[in-house]
T-cell receptor, first 115, second 114 residues
Framework: GENVEQHPSTLSVQEGDSAVIKCTYS??????FPWYKQELGKRPQLIID?????GEKKDQRIAVTLNKTAKHFSLHITETQPEDSAVYFC??????????????FGTGTQLKVEL | GAGVSQSPRYKVAKRGQDVALRCDPI?????LFWYQQALGQGPEFLTY????????KSGLPSDRFFAERPEGSVSTLKIQRTQQEDSAVYLC????????????FGPGTRLTVL
């Protein structure tokens, strides 16, 4: 089955700096790649997603890039703020007719934005 | 509108007890997923429903785990004869359509087995 690896496991940046989190996946059939933010004790919340027909997607301070050939995708957060501090998970899935799009998650990155 | 809700939010069980965890998906959402999240880990897939049909239960760790969604809306995850290794947060997610659509997560049920 699919395997998703995520790096780094922890990331500390100064407020205003950029943060980059990288993920690789193993199944070339995967075609949907969401990123979730999870604060302590809270539900995972989707922050951005990308589909395999697109190489890059941006939403204000957040961007995601996808390299299908290398099977890796990255999350970029610019102008980080203290409220960006949380655990970020990447995930991958393949849209299989009748099978649903179950997500395979990475192990998470604890992002800390310091003042 | 209302998001995905789960109950109870916290459950403490003695080893060997049976537990039932409830998920109320967003109204009209066809797909419903259950995930298990161990401490410090990412969620791991347990099972998937399309309306009332359980189409994938490949992630259920043992036959002690059972899920149902009899009317295609509310779902229940039941764990029989709980073990300490069952301690985790159980997350439910729903999505509107069946293929590559956004999954909205509930707040989870934290199960602690003593």
């Amino acid at each position: 089955g699919e395997n998703v690896e995520q790096h780094p496991s922890t990331l500390s940046v100064q407020e205003g700096d950029s943060a980059v989190i990288k993920c690789t996946y193993s199944d070339s059939a995967s075609n949907y790649f969401p990123w979730y933010k999870q604060e302590l004790g809270k539900r995972p919340q989707l922050i951005i997603d990308i589909r395999s027909n697109v190489g890059e997607k941006k939403d204000q301070r957040i961007a995601v890039t996808l390299n299908k050939t290398a099977k890796h995708f990255s999350l970029h957060i610019t102008e980080t703020q203290p409220e960006d501090s949380a655990v970020y998970f990447c995930a991958a899935s393949k849209g299989v007719t009748g099978g649903g799009n179950k997500l395979t998650f990475g192990t998470g990155t604890q992002l800390k934005v310091e003042l | 509108g209302a998001g995905v809700s789960q109950s109870p939010r916290y459950k403490v069980a003695k080893r060997g007890q049976d537990v039932a965890l409830r998920c109320d998906p967003i109204s009209g959402h066809v797909s419903l997923f259950w995930y298990q999240q161990a401490l410090g880990q990412g969620p791991e897939f347990l099972t998937y429903f399309q309306n009332e049909a359980q189409l994938d239960k490949s992630g259920l760790p043992s036959d002690r785990f059972f899920a149902e969604r009899p009317e295609g809306s509310v779902s229940t995850l039941k764990i029989q004869r709980t073990q300490q290794e069952d301690s985790a947060v159980y997350l439910c997610a729903s999505s509107l359509v069946t293929i590559t659509d956004t999954q909205y997560f509930g707040p989870g049920t934290r199960l602690t087995v003593l």
